[in-house]
């Protein structure tokens, strides 16, 4: 009956997010679910706390999580079997035919980005996995094209034609229609913009190449977040392309300052694009996602509604913990409809509310006091049993026939949400070693374990089942 109930406040759940016509059909699916539950072979969860993926060493100090409940178990994640099959001619839809850009060299991110973007929950993935795969996949793709091309952007008109043939392909394997809305993606972001520069014969004439392709071919995750070797080298290459037909450098910096800075940015995508025609696609696309995940890791996604009604219930001295917390915990409850949200991000959004409710006067740790933890700021699922918070390193999710689509989330997450000090800087950085343990990966997915399931990812089992219910009604 435990199982059932999780699963049925589970479904409760996905019919906020998505319309289910068939509600019956999936019923009678979850009633077989909790037969295979029953009967079948179950995995033991490894005892003790999580432990740290190696990786994260050199990010955070080697203590367990504070406030941990002990016997703290790993979260067993649902690692489907292998992603999408590529597609082929057969599932290419009719394209424009005005298009440049070299499809088959990277059709196998395509596959992946539409799995990352798929249907309804790309949306509640947009910020996090599935828009950085679709601006890594489209940098990759111009990257390919350049060298038959000899040119790092497309004109206005072949962007429009190519950006609509990528929708054509990704819908035509199960991705949202809506991408270009979702992740803001314009087809202006397939041209050189403002950037001087776009033929590769002026990029190796201006660029020390070699010294960029050493700092960028392979970075590691966790340090170049920290220290910022091929961000700096990046960097370097945009602005002396920006700094081409032009004195902005010279002239008065006040008053260039924000052309020029714009101009540095479009040209970055020009070094990116570059890049990845240096590299053999799927490294391209590793590499672009973990230099991304730099910057989505550094800012809180979340909207963060009026704190009047916190402040008026916790303000000024709590003389009622349970009017206090009733609020603070009603004011969470809008933080956790939005979307799926990494764990470093929910690190940066309790701060940033920590910050905004001193701010209204509230000067006691309410996070304490009414139990509040990072995974509280991301989408929860099972009527809020559960807060799933994403791993801060790049991470894809992964597509079986038989079983739908699933992500790597981890649900055993319970480090509580620190309440930052008056003389405590800022926490949220990945690089700062004062803060508390949080791991870059669920700890069984650090320990290679795959093809496991508990009652901790049921979820994910009904995720995988509702696609089944979807392609029956």
């Not at 005005?98 to 790309?122: K, P």
């Not at 689509?405 to 800087?425: E, H, K, M, R, Y």
């Amino acid at each position: 009956m435990l199982i059932f109930h999780l699963q049925l406040h589970t479904l409760t759940h996905l019919l906020t997010l998505v319309d289910i016509k068939n509600f019956n059909m999936l019923l009678l699916f979850i009633l077989l679910l909790c037969l295979r539950d029953s009967h079948g072979s179950r995995v033991d969860h490894a005892q003790g706390r999580i432990q740290l993926d190696n990786r994260v060493g050199s990010m955070f100090p080697q203590i367990a999580p504070v406030g941990a409940p002990q016997g703290l178990q790993p979260f067993l994640p649902l690692i489907a079997p292998s992603p999408l099959t590529p597609f082929t001619n057969i599932s290419i839809p009719k394209l424009s035919g005005l298009c440049t850009l070299n499809f088959t060299a990277a059709r196998s991110l395509l596959s992946v980005t539409a799995i990352d973007c798929w249907g309804s929950f790309a949306p509640v993935l947009a910020n996090v996995i599935c828009c950085p795969q679709l601006e890594a996949t489209l940098t990759v793709l111009i990257g390919q094209s350049s060298k038959y091309t000899n040119v790092l952007a497309l004109n206005g008109t072949a962007a429009k034609h190519c950006l609509s043939d990528v929708e054509q392909i990704l819908m035509g394997q199960g991705a949202n229609g809506d991408l270009k809305q979702i992740c803001s993606v314009d087809s202006l972001n397939l041209t050189e913009a403002s950037c001087p520069v776009k033929h590769v014969n002026d990029f190796y004439d201006m660029v020390n190449t070699s010294k960029l392709l050493k700092a960028c071919e392979n970075i590691d995750p966790v340090k170049e977040c920290c220290y910022q070797y091929c961000h700096s080298a990046i960097l370097e290459a945009a602005t002396k392309l920006a700094s081409k037909g032009s004195n902005a450098l010279d002239s008065d910096a006040s008053r260039i300052l924000p052309e020029h800075s714009i101009r540095v940015n479009d040209c970055r995508n020009i070094v990116l694009r570059w890049i990845a025609s240096k590299l053999e696609p799927s490294h391209g696309k590793k590499v672009l996602r973990g230099l991304s995940n730099c910057n989505i890791n550094k800012v809180c996604p979340l909207v963060l509604p009026d704190a009047k009604h916190v402040a008026k219930g916790c303000g000024n001295g709590i003389s009622n913990k349970k009017a206090c917390c009733d609020t603070m915990e009603s004011y969470v409850s809008h933080l956790q409809k939005q979307s799926f949200i990494t764990n470093l991000q929910a690190l940066g959004c309790a701060e940033t509310l920590a910050m905004k409710l001193k701010k209204s006067k509230i000067v006691d740790d309410v996070y304490s006091l009414c139990h509040i933890s990072l995974k509280d700021f991301s989408l929860q699922v099972a009527n809020q049993e559960y807060g799933c918070l994403l791993p801060s390193l790049p991470s894809d999710a992964v597509f079986d026939q038989t079983s739908g689509v699933s992500f790597l989330c981890d649900l055993n997450d319970n480090i509580p949400a620190p309440w930052p000090s008056t003389s405590q800087g800022s926490s949220s950085s990945a690089c700062n070693k004062s803060i508390i343990n949080i791991p870059a990966l669920p700890a069984a997915a650090a320990s290679g374990q795959s093809c496991l399931y508990s009652h901790d990812v049921l979820i994910f089992l009904l995720v995988n089942l509702f696609f089944l219910v979807m392609a029956l009604v």
